[in-house]
């Protein structure tokens, strides 16, 4: 009879561990699955950073150019009245 209830009992520890291994391996997936979102959110977000950098320089440099000609109106308003 002990070794009945040895055996019942290694039964229900074996479909103890056998559910927590499943249950393991799923959350590994979706884990898996949310790890590919965040690294694609990550790349996409990379390369907004980048198309912003660029389009900071473009209006850098014509913001530059705007006072440069701004400047050059002055000098010439200046000699004008003068």
Do not use: C, P, R, Y
């Not at 249950?23 to 990550?42: F, H, M, N, R, Y």
């Not at 950073?49 to 209006?59: K, R």
């Amino acid at each position: 009879m002990k070794s009945v209830k040895i055996g019942i009992t290694i039964a229900v520890d074996s479909t103890q561990v056998a559910s927590i291994i499943f249950s393991t391996a799923d959350k590994t997936t979706k884990q898996s699955e949310l790890s590919e979102i965040v690294s694609l959110a990550s790349s996409e977000a990379n390369t907004a950073i980048t198309e912003i950098s660029m389009n900071t320089q473009s209006v850098s440099e014509k913001t530059t150019h705007t006072l440069d000609i701004s400047e050059q109106t002055n000098l010439l308003a200046l000699n004008a009245t003068i």
